[in-house]
């Protein structure tokens, strides 16, 4: 597995990799063996039934919307580059991160931008507001079958009232960074990846 | 400003009186109970009922019978004991009408204060003062404090924490001992000493014992000073996984202490013993665990034992780690933790008040105990002061605990997500408080000669941790601007939100091949949801998922808070919308006139409300030991303000009366109760939430509904709607109550307004 993939790596691309996501030069080359790994057609870009192979995903409440997060709209496959895009996301947030800004742009792992990938998550019609709905949808995937939809109801009622400060009667995204104000976002959305 | 004067000090003074009382009490009945002793080994056949201490009476003559008799050493014993513990609590009273000193001395510090007034004052009346024994400490004084600490553990942190917890606990405590006994050795060398009989062992020995951070003294520190939770958790969590490590160590040097030497082979056999004292002490902890979980199961009739169960089963959890010198604490602290959320889904409501506060109060008298027979006894002594020593271990104290952590850190950071700043590590150093463990091991030992030595410099390290650093932790957190623990209301938003984010990574973590943090925590819940809860959980809610539990609790917080407080304008919850647009949008409901209820119709309304409490459960995050949050739910309960709260309701009630047919119904009684002064959402389904679960509030709704003449009309109209929405699984022969039951209920606001004519 390894001589093969980091052949078809090339130096410039991780190069690239490397300054647009902030990952170092082991992560990205382990992660591009496991999109290898998962890359049963070895055409070089993932399809929804490759991530659909993951047998843990398929327990996941959750499975379908991420693995659609993976996927920019419209599409069907994801090449490398996206897939590490959509991975930066998920990088430790590091102090000295602020010093060096290369770009005038935020990097992807900063709170907001994690922030922004969750209520993506929920937000499917991306008119940047959880609406009742979308929320109930969620609730749904999470508590299960055995919940009536009254008492489903209710919760996303509370929800939202909780959150919402305009009153439209959705959460906005910043009425929804506001909420999770109080949760360390930076250590939950994080993954160690080992060097 | 003269009239709070003049209260505060009339106040102290009564106070002080009453102290001195109690003092003078506690210090004659201690030689009482010694020359009562005495007495009673002096006449052998003490059982009359003879004045004791005046022999001389039992004479020839035939005695009138006794009036009044005055028996002492009968009850002697229970009555010391007794009156030291109102002493400790009189004291711990004291502190807190004094509010200026309570601001700056954290409590421990006052009450080692009164300690060694105590003992001072009992030593020169040439009495012999009570010591901290060590089984008393071991066996009764300790466990409480641990039990309490473990039972409320916050488990997320912690298990966030945990290996940097672990590493700080082991790594930390074996350096801080080897570290500390071999530089005692290299100063006990030095020939100004002359100390030089103290051989390397027997360093080490009190390397070991002198190592090890108490958890007593952390809580009783940092429950005041409330630092962040990170900080804290490391902290305690460090306090008590060491033991373990110092339970080896102790009993290895003590072993060989006598021996002399230590081969090789032995430090392999200790390496062992640590994995079978830590390992086994939460395995027999795990197990009187589950058992207490399992029992508690069963307990639905007899809910008055409820809370024993939990206590006996964690003290038996401790006490049989102890037979086989497994480490009682972490046998304690993973019983607590296995047992909570099974028995909190099962007990009664007024159960979990009662372990509640039966913990907090143990673990405070316990600690107050602690506290003051600390002082009492190091009054009493035996002393051997040895400058030198004592000033070199002290030094070597702070000097290994700095070294430990920031070296410890260094490694640590590099696998942490969040690294510890050098804030975070001067807290953890200057958090590392020796107390009474340390002492009452010190106690333990046998070698007399070098036993006082060790005992003083023991004591010296202990008053200057908790003296020194107890009382300017607070400056100094506030200095340094440490984060404080962040006071946040239970938040429904936060609960699904972070569920969410779990199972988000998760599935990342599995799209990466990476197994971490959240692909473990992932199968030990579903493992969790699909074996365990089905074994250690009665009756339905075992299948009930975690979300539902919280917003049930949250709901059930805030409708008693509505309760007490009268008025629901203010707060922003129970959203559900039907009953409050229903009332809305009708007609101005204040003209219907609603009829005041009769006293019966009371009484059920007042007996529903309460059997349906009792289901539900408190899940209060509690770090505080000394003050426990205010909880609505107990104060609510008076029955003044409930009928207050009744007479508002009417005013404001359109719907007359929502009976809960069972738990999940409640939500909607307490929608109907409030004023809808908020813009509230359109809702189109009806609000029939019920899943066919068990009505146990049967008789109660059949009951009222036989008192409901006044209004057949609109019953009927509801019983219609009713039967319409009635849902698929209700089973059959609960269709009549359920039914009528939803009578009651909020019906949903379209309907309601078409079918609804005149009141």
Redesign the interface.
Known sequence: MGSRASTLLREEEIEEIKKETGFSHSQITR?YS?FT??DKGENGTLSRED?QR?P??A?????DR?INAFFPDGEDQVNFRGFMRT?AH?R?VE?NEKNKNLSNTEPLNSRTNKLHF?FQ??DLDRDDKIS?DELLQ??RM???V??????L???A???????DTN?D?CISFTEFIK??E?????????????H | MAGLGSVCSRRLAGFVSLLLLVFVAVISASPDAATGANETLRRPSGHSLDDSHHPRNSSEHRKAFPVLAFNYEHVSKPFVISLWILLALLMKLGFHIIPRVSHIVPESCLLIFVGLLVGGVIKAMDQTPPVLDTKLFFLYLLPPIILDAGYFLPIRPFT?NMGTILVFAVVGTLWNAFFIGGMMFAVCQIEAAQVGHVDLLSCLLFGSIISAVDPVAVLAVFEEIHINELLHILVFGESLLNDAVTVVLYHLFEEFAHEGTVTVGDALLGVVSFFVVSVGGVMVGVIYGVLGAFTSRFTSHSRVIEPLFVFLYSYMAYLSAEVFHLSGIMSLIACGVIMRPYVEANISHKSYTTIKYFLKMWSSVSETLIFIFLGVSTVEGPHNWNWIFVIFTLILCLLSRVLGVVGLTFIINK?R???LTKKDQFIVAYGGLRGAIAFSLGFLLTDTEKKDMFLTAIITVIFFTVFVQGMTIRPLVELLAVKKK?E?KA????E???????????????????Y?HH?WK?KLN?FNRTYVKKWLIAGDRS?E?Q??SF?NKM?MKEAMMLVESGSAAKL??????ASLQNAQQRAPPKQRAIPSISKTREQEIRKILRANLQKTRQRLRSYSRHDLFSDPFEDSMSEIRFRKQRVQMERRMSHYLTVPANR?ET??ARKVWFEPEH?V?T?D???????GAALETLPDTVSLLSESPQRPDQSSRLRKRGDAEQ?ANAPDSQEEPQKLSRCFSDPGPKEEEEEEGEG
């Open positions: 992660l496991r790994s998962l991530f993951i843990e995903l327990i996941n409440p959750l499975g991420i991975l998920f430790p102090d969750a998550l929920y009742r969620v609730l999470m508590v299960g055995n919940i009536s939809d009254e008492q109801g209710s919760i009622d509370r929800t939202i009232q909780e959150a009153g009667g909420v999770l109080k949760v360390d976002v930076e250590q939950k959305m994080s993954i160690r990846f080992l | 966030e696998f997500i969040i690294k962040k946040s938040s429904i938003n936060e699904i939100h972070t569920q969410f984010l779990d199972h988000l990574l998760t599935g990342i973590e599995d799209i990466c091949g990476h971490g692909h992932d579903r299948s998922p979300l539902i917003y709901e922003p919850s129970l959203a559900s919308a999940q939500p909607s813009k959402y809702y389904e009806s609000e029939s939430p019920r899943d849902s």
